[in-house]
């Protein structure tokens, strides 16, 4: 890997979820250098991690086909997985940049076979799955997962697992002798694509998610509705694994909060519009749906899919900031306790599930990085002239939406390219 060349002349994307991967593509269909970095062992980001877009409801394996086909495709297009930024420092025309390189003791002779999985017994919480599920200590982070290229997880390295795996492949593939190593890039313009992350509903000490079992995260019923996800497609209650088919929908779930989130993420009730329509999915006419909200914040385009959920009598909308949720022992039950503020009933209702539709923060904190860019108070990169050729693009620049990301992240290429042209 230390043969990576790069030049003031070269365009740096750092992320590669839809955003760093639009980005790039647009940057190297134009004809420049791009270099993709990804801190994973695979490009997708959370996109990769959603069961449907909104509002088409349509399946994001689409878009992630052919975005790879495009990736494949271009000879101008670098991608660097397992990478991670650790200094920037210059201007605009020329950055050098300090990045280290991760390894995955895994190299290009791999065919994707899973000889080395079967072989491993160790497992860990699946990231991919949110920890909904495990996988194995060698593994393939997803079914589309790009480099298609399993991965041997460091903490079997040095124990008879990593052994088994290495004797499994019969392509020499497994290379435990791999380690860290540090390159250093010079480039003309750095686009931060480096999005969102959940936040943290362990916080949010009044929903009980860290001690109900059947309160969980708006981003873990994405994964339960996979059909090839930790549940199999199914909308199952952690404690018991039974088929939930009364759920609660409970809105800006430590947003627009001074205590958590300040800001208001705007996907979140769009995002839970969309889940409703999971249930139905999955149960028809048995599935019931009460969604708890302060307001409904779906506007332009999105409007016409609050306007078909709302008419669904499947689903109840409860203008109301839930207060807190208590358990029913007996049942496994959550019990969401509030007053219903157009009529001003208090209620203590129970439910089979509870998810919370959690708000975004950046996943990068920039002030710890040391890196001389703008952030505004929530953490998202402002687009503010002394940041010279450091651009933002999708989430690393505000909470956004798939459509509004990609838009984002076309912008953000074109004046990434407009600072490039202007070195000699």
Known sequence: ?????????????????????????????????????????????????????????????????????RIKANPKLRVITLAEVTKVIGGAGNYTVDITLQPRYVNNNCTACGACSEAV????DNEYNYGLNQRKGAYLPFYMAYPQRYVVDPRIIGTAD??????????????????????????????????????????????????????????????????????????????????????????????????????????CCTATLKQTTYVRERYGDAGKSSVYYIDIRAIDRFDDLYQRVKADPNVTFIKSKVANITLDKATGNPILNGVDTEGYHRYNNPHDLVVLAIGMEP??????????IKVNEHGFIEADPSNGGLFAAGCASDALDVNRAVQHATASALRAIQVVNQVS
């Open 1 to 69: 890997m230390t043969d990576v060349v790069a030049t003031n002349q070269t365009i740096l994307v750092v992320g590669g979820g839809i955003s760093g991967m639009t980005a790039a593509l647009e940057a190297a269909e134009c004809g420049k250098d791009v270099i993709l970095l990804e801190r994973n062992p695979s490009l997708g980001g959370r996109v990769a991690q959603l069961y449907k877009y909104f509002p088409k409801l349509c399946y994001p394996t689409c878009g992630m086909e052919i975005n790879l086909r």
């Open 121 to 124: 017994e160790a497992k860990f």
């Open 162 to 267: 990593a052994e088994k795996a290495k004797a499994a492949c019969k392509y020499d593939a497994i290379d435990l002798n791999m380690s860290a190593q540090n390159i250093q890039l010079t480039v003309g313009a750095i686009i931060w694509a480096t999005g969102w992350r959940p936040f943290d509903a362990n916080k949010i000490q009044p929903y009980g998610y860290d001690r109900i079992p059947n309160v969980i995260t708006s981003v873990e019923l994405e994964r339960m509705m996979d059909p090839l996800g930790p549940t199999d497609g199914k909308i199952l209650r952690p404690s018991d694994q039974t088929e939930a088919k009364n759920i609660a929908f409970i809105q800006c779930a430590g947003s627009r909060d001074r205590n958590y989130l300040k800001h208001c993420s705007r996907m």
């Open 363 to 372: 996943s990068v904190d920039f002030s710890r990085l040391g890196i001389d």
